[in-house]
C-alpha cells in the first residue's frame, strides 16, 4: 500500500530539514523514537542503523537517497517480517513556514497503524 502524509507549520523549511539531517534531534520532534544509534550523526546515503522506539524496540534502517539541496530523503526501515520505504521531503509553504511530505510504502495495515503516528510527528517537525 502506498500513504502520503503532509503537514504544515511555522518553521522554516532550513530548520525544519536541520530536524531531519541531524539525528540528535529525532527524539525532539518524533515522540515514537527515543534515539537513532548510527555511526554517523547525519543523514547519508548507505547509512544503516537502529532507531529505537517506546518500550526499547530496535528498527533496523538504512537511509537510501539524500538530496540535501532539494531537501529529500528515503529510507528503508524494517519491524520484524513487515518492511517499509519512506520518502520524506521537505518545501516551503505558501505565505511562509514550510510542508513536509511522507510517502509511506508497506503493507496496509502497517500504513494504517503508522500513519497517525507520522503525521503527529511531522507537525512538530514543521512547528518553530
Not at 48 to 67: C, M, Y
Amino acid at each position: 500500500m502506498r500513504a502520503t502524509v503532509t503537514e504544515s507549520g511555522t518553521a522554516t523549511p532550513t530548520v525544519a530539514w536541520s530536524r531531519y539531517e541531524n539525528l540528535d534531534l529525532w527524539a525532539t520532534w518524533s515522540p515514537q523514537v527515543q534515539e537513532v544509534i548510527a555511526a554517523s550523526r547525519r543523514l547519508a546515503p548507505g547509512l544503516k542503523g537502529l532507531v529505537v522506539g517506546p518500550l526499547g524496540v530496535r528498527l533496523p534502517f538504512e537511509v537510501l537517497t539524500v538530496d540535501t539541496e532539494a531537501m529529500e530523503w528515503s529510507w528503508h526501515v524494517r519491524f520484524g517480517l513487515v518492511h517499509a520505504t519512506l520518502e520524506h521531503t521537505v518545501r516551503a509553504a505558501p505565505g511562509g513556514g514550510s510542508t513536509s511530505e511522507l510517502v509511506i510504502h508497506a503493507p496496509a495495515y502497517a500504513v494504517l497503524t503508522y500513519r497517525p503516528v507520522a503525521a503527529m510527528a511531522l507537525r512538530s517537525l514543521v512547528d518553530a
